[in-house]
Structure formats: C-alpha cells, structure tokens
C-alpha cells in the first residue's frame, strides 16, 4: 500500500504529539473530578481514630492542597510511576494492577470482538442481500434484541441456563480451561455483534444502490463478487469506525461480564475504584483506557486509508 | 482478490493489538496451559481434601493489622493465630445442625496469670506454648508479640483497628498523643475543642515485654473484660519484623514473604480470583487440622455464587440472590446464625424536627419492624427493642435480656396499632398532631436494592401511622458516608456490628465527638456513665453503668431507632463437618471433615 510515506510519517507524528497532549488533558481533568466528588477513601461504616486517618493521608499525601497533588501526580506519572492503591487492593502499585489484570481481559475481549466482527459483517450482508425477506426479518429481530439487552441480563441467562452441574460450563473462571472462556466471550460479544450487523446491512443497502454497483452488474459480474469486493469495502468504513474505540473498551475489560463469571480481569478495578474512592486506581485506569482508545483510533484512521484509498489522511498538512 | 479483504483487516487489527500488548494473550482458547496458569489448584480428585469457600471477593488486605473488614478476619484467622484462639465448643449454635459454636481458649499461649497492681492496672503474664513456630520453621518468640503489638498502635501503621489494645498501657500517648498543658498542668485546646497534641510517645513505650522468649507481659490501664477476646482478634495476630519491616507495604503480596504461624499457611493468591491455603506442617496442632487445603473463591456476583454452591464447585457461601432466599429457607439449605449487630435509623439529633426526644419516639414507635424482616430483609432477623442487640454478653447472661425492652416490638398487627396510639400521642405533644405543621423529611439510605425496599417500607409506615410526609434520598457509598458523619441529613440509615462480644462497643460509640457518632450526640450524663463504665475495676458496676447509658440514649434521649438484629445466612455442603462460628461473624474451616 502507498501511503504517501513522507506525508504519511509526518501526519503520524503529528497525531502522536496530539495524542499526548489529549493524555495530559484526560488526566488532568480526570484529576479535578475526581477530587471534586464528596468522600474520600478513608471513610466507612466504622471510622478509624483521627491518628490513623491523619496518618493515611500523610501516607498517600492527601494532607496536601489539591494542586499540590495535582502536580506531584503529574510529575510522577511522566516518570512513569502510577502510585500504589489506597483502598481496593491497599498498597498494590497501579501499574501490577493493570499488568496482572489486562492480559485476562484482553484475551477474553480479542475473542469477543473478533467473532462479533466475522458475524456480525456476515449477517449484515446476508441480512442486505436477502432486504425485506424472512432471513431479513429474522436477523433483525436478534439484532435489536441484541441492542436492547444489557450485558449483566444476557451473562447472567447464560450463566443460569449453562453453567454448573451436568450442563457444559463450569461456573468459576478457569483461565486453563477453554470452556471457561466460550460464555464470557458470547456475552460481551453479542452487543457490538448485532451493532455491526446493523451497521452493515445499513451501509450495505447504502452502497448497493450505488452507481458502480449498477456499472459492475451491468458488467456481469458476479454477485457474491460484486456484495463482498465492491460493495462491503464501502460498507465497511462506518463499521469501522466503531470498531476503533469499541475495541479498546472491550479489550480493557466488561465489567458486568468480569463480575457474573469471576473473571480476574480489570474490568472491575474501572468501578470499584470511583466506589472507593481509590484516587490512584482512578487515575491509572483512566489514563490507560484513554491511551488505548486513542491509538485505536489513530489506527483506524489509518486503516480507512487501506480500505478507501482515496481518503487523503494528510490533506490538511 | 489481491487486496486485503475487509474481514480480514478487522482481525489483524485485533491481532496487531494483541502482538502489543505482549504478554500471555492468544485469539483462540486452547487448553493448553500457559505459564502462569501451570500452578494448579490441588482439586479433591488428587485424594486431597479441598474445601472451596467463597466469604467475598478480593480482600483489601491480608495483613492481620491492617484488615477491617469479616472476609479479611476470616482469611487471617487461618492463617494466624494469637495468643487465644477462637476453637469448636462441640456445642451447636441455636437452631441448625451443621455448625458449631465458638468459644475462646488458649492459643501460642498456654497459660496466663493475671495481677492486679496497687495504681489500678492489671498485668498479664503469658506463657507460650513449647515449639511453636512460624511456617518458614522459625520459633514465635515473645518478642514477635511485642513488635507486632507496638506496630499495631504506631499512628504510621495507619491500623483502622489500633484502638483494640486501647486498654494496653501507653497505647493513649502513642496513638492518640501526649496533649499540651497550661501552666495549670490544663490540658490545652484548640478552636474545634480537641486538645492541642505536643508530641506522640515512642511506641517502645507501650505496656508490653518479653522478659524471655517464652513469657509475654502486657500492662492494661484498668480491669477489661473482653481482653482474652482481644487476645484472639486478628489486629492482635503476630507478624514477622524481618519480612514486614523489609516491606511494610508488600510484604503481603509474596508467597515468599507472607509468612504466618496459624494452622494454614498461604500458597497461592490469584488476585481477583482464588486465595489457596494449605496445611501449615509446622503447626503444633497440625494433626487434628481437617482440609488439606482450604480455597477461598473470590467472586462478586450472587447468581454465580449460588449456581457455583449448587453444582458443588462451592462447599459454602454466604449470599445468594434474594429473591431465591424464601424457597431456600423453606428447603432447609439455607441455614441462619445470630450475628452481633443492630440495623437502625439515626436521628440527626441537632437538627429540627428531630432535636425534640418526642418526635424521635414517636418515629421509632411507628416503625413496624416485624413487616421489615418478614416481607423486606426475610431471613430471621429479629425486630430490636433496643440498641445492643441479644446475644451480647451481659452481667450473668445477654445484656439485652437483662436490661429489658424500651419499647413493645409490634409482633402483630394488634400490638402495632398500641405502638402507633402512642406515637401519634408523642407527636401531638410535640406540637404536631395527626402531623399537622410537621415539616417535610428526609430519609438518607446508601444505593442499594435492600436498603431502598426498607426505606420505602419505613416511608410509608411512617406516612401512614403519622400523618407526617418522608422524602426518600440516596446517595453513593462514599458520599452517604460523608453526609452522615458530617451530620448534614435528618433521618439516615445505620448499621453496627460488634468488634467484640461487650456492650461498649455499641455504646462507646455515642460519647459526644466521638468519631462514629453520626446521630450527633452529646449529653453529659452519658458521657459520664460510660466513663464510669471505662474505668471501674467492677464488673457488676462496669454493666450498671452501661444499662444507665443505654437508658439515657434510648429510654430517655431516643436518638436512635433501633430496627432489627442482624442474622447471618450461609448455605453449606451437607458432606461437611464440623464447622464452627463466633455470632461475630467469623466462620472457621480448620477442623472440618468430610
């Protein structure tokens, strides 16, 4: 494929350099919030001695102003240093947390996604090809079911119908144990699963009634040919871009999906740490999923140029 | 087609991500094992005795000193053991069969004897057991006990329980710090009231010794009750000074360096997932131990603990899905304990309408608790009719018991409408009959399906007995938290469970300032009649004075609505035996056949 190097390089760096500058943003807007709320991590139903609490926050060095902490958070997270959990795993460094807990997560959400693009592209062609017809009707009834229910209802109706006893998965997660990841990855795939699905019988509709579409059957091709070169590579773009961000955040983890099966992923860690209050977790999740659906929308930017090469990414240079 | 396909692309871009990220990951599940997942669980197929229990999910910490919360207490209390212990009394606890009661007896203590000094103090005298020893093989010294007892009550240590040793000589000057003094040898205070900190003591000068290795001494400040009880309390537990000092804050999260002396011994802690203890071989009773290994499942959502417990990959758990709790109960697999703690509503007692002991009364009169644990929380609690629940240890039996109800719990709908005459009475006196001219309320709950079933249960009762108008309002966790302890609601939801098996410890809580006392508090009396009940060296005084207390806030004050008694549920594999539970909430699973 031709790029264009020289510009193309040069619009890569580009969007590094913003990228980083977006990072810095999401953290330090991140850092305000998160500080605005009421609560703090050292509160619960039995309060400790004003002497340890006072101790805790000198510890975690939340007896300083918020600026104050604001740019020592800063300054070590240019070193790299992400700080240690105050509450939800008490003194475990950020960075092991997301190290131990991302590998899991990602398997399970490479999985989930990759089948929901194959069928979920899949279905919306047929669903295109066959418009108004029963296959049609069909798919868009799963599709919209699909849409309407959330993750927690449909993990946990496979959880009941399929898990324990004499059915065919086990219930507790078991990273060692194929069948543990067939339900986790059914349920968090099945919502982008019908989105892609109707997003490409949408796009799909579009692009068949297209001029070229008509020129390439009027030139004989085939149909099949015609459906899956020429129209889908059009179709493909909106798909596209919902795959970038929608990728990431099913990579970093579902946190409904992670908590029906027992999954150690970090999913978990993006909820509970508002809930504790856990100001360096906060942090480090944040900083990283925001990194993470940057640069997947930077490769997507990139991959429409591969599928539409006349999309000039670097015009505006 | 010579071009990428689009398909094609979608999954290279999942694969590119995944060769970055590094590693461990794969597209496709295979069965075969990779690095990490090599290590297996000792599964019951291999002739070992495994018990998986599932208490919570990850623990905050498993550091003894530390942990604040029952799943931490649990965990720990296999793994360490202290001076006492918490062991099988061979006696059932009320109304099941598959658990047994707990009851203190020595533990890396033998023996102790007891002195009562001249200036008030009271001086125990440990003797350790011969060979006891850590799980790398080391003896448990007196020394362990001294270092981990000074560590406890250093303000640096940051223990949200340091103050279960606040009756050890010295702890008040380490913790809390020596205030400053007038010329006038008055303690000096600042603007708030509290006094003006000059210094903290050194922890070394806290009331504990080892004259040698076997013998360990503790000063107490007065005559404490629940001392041995203390003993036993994880915060209590020994640790090892050179791991823990090598790593005070990751000494925990290492195999290696989590080194303990109880009966189990950490093998393997899958965060998020599973923590596996084995049989400590250097136990000294290690040939009476039951499992051979004991998993603690940790796991979030209910709906997989009950499935988990039904196709037996669970041996016990202790929540499930309400909505399967009646059927439960009526099969019989559910199964109740008493727990040591009372759910109630707090006043905002500065605050009007709810500064006048009237309309507090008549809102805890109208409270139908009985239709709360039969319709709303369902599984046995037991309608309060005073703030220290049953079951607490009193002057010859329970101290609820011995001190009498302060109000008629409304067991039928005859004794409710009795309950509503006189609250309606109170309120009328207060100036607010049938509820004219009373304001409209709050009541504060925390985000939670049970707490708002019980809020809207008391909204109406209260509507309906009143005459008056309650708003419901919820807040998230945290933020409720903070309302509440900064006093900024009117009427809040409340819980307290016992640290340990004395009145004080609902009622200490109450003391004016104190740091629990969300109601806002403060009247003299009873600050005096706790004091009274801190210092007295007599035990039949010490609980008088406690009964005057709890008349004062209760009988007297009503600044609390006391609604029910908590209870325990838990459902076990019918194959296991030999159980045993403090109403504490601790459940213990070292001796347990199968």
Known sequence: MNLGSDKMAKYIVKRVLMALVTILAIASLTFFLMKAIPGNPFLSEKNPPQSVINALNEKYGLNKSVPEQYLIYMGNLLRGDLGESIKTQKNYPVARIIKEMFPTSAKIGAIAISWAVIVGVLLGCISAYYRGRAADSALRVVCTLGISMPSFVVATLLLLWLCGAGKPFPTIFDGSNWRSYVLPCMALGFYPMCYIARQTR????????????????????????????????????????????????VLCGGFVVEKVFTIPGLGKYFVQCITNRDYPVIMGTTIFLASFVIIMN??????????????????ED | MKKIVSLALASTMVLGLLAGCGEKTATTPTPAPTESQAVETPAANDGLFNLNINIASEPQTIDPALNSAVDGAIMTGHLFEGLYRWADSGELVDGVQDCNLAELVPGQAESYEKVANEDGTVTYTFKLRDGIKWSDGKPVTAGDFVYSWRRLATPETAADYCYMIDMVKGYAE???GIPETDAEGKVVLDEDGNPVIKEYADPTTLGVEAPDDSTFVVTLTYDCPYFLEICAFPATFPVREDVVSADPDGWTHNVETYLSNGAYTLTQWDHNSQIIMAKNENYYDYDKLGPDTITFKLMDDNNAMLTGFNSGELDFIEDMPVD?????????????????????VCYNVEKAPFNDPKVRQAFTLAIDAQYIVEN???????????FVPSGVAGKDGDFRAEGGDYWTPATDDEQYAKNVEQAKQLLAEAGYPDGKGFPTVTYLYNTSDNHKKIGEALQQQWQTALGV?????????????????????QIARNGWIADYNDPISFLDMWLTGGGNNDAQYSNPEYDAAINEAKSTADPEARMTAMHRA?????????????????????????????????????????????
Not at chain 2, 477 to 484: G, I, K, M, N, S
């Open chain 2, 324 to 344: 399967e709790i009646p059927a439960l109960l009526s099969s019989g697999d559910l199964r109740i304990v008493p727990y040591i703690g009372t759910y109630y």
């Open chain 2, 550 to 594: 709890e008349d004062i806030i209760m009988g007297q004050d009503w600044a609390l609505g006391p609604i029910y008694f908590y209870t325990q549920k838990y459902m076990l594999n019918s194959d296991v035996k030999g159980m045993y539970y403090t109403p504490l909430g601790y459940f213990f699973f070292d001796r347990c056949t199968k």
């Open chain 2, 376 to 386: 709303v929380t369902q599984t046995g609690q037991v309608p309060a009719s005073g």
């Open chain 2, 469 to 489: 108008e309650v708003k419901l309002e919820n807040q998230e966790w945290a933020a409720f938290l903070e309302t509440r302890k900064n006093g900024n609601y």
């Open chain 1, 298 to 315: 930077l490769i997507v930017d990139l991959l429409y140029k591969v599928v539409d090469p006349r999309i000039n990414l670097a015009k």
């Open chain 2, 174 to 176: 380490i913790n809390g």
């Open chain 1, 202 to 249: 949408t796009s799909m509709l579009d692009a068949l009634s297209q001029e070229y579409i008509k020129t390439a059957r009027a030139k004989g091709l085939l149909t099949r040919k015609i459906v899956l070169k020429h129209a889908l590579r059009n179709a493909f773009i909106p798909v596209l871009t919902y795959l970038g961000p929608q990728i990431a955040f």
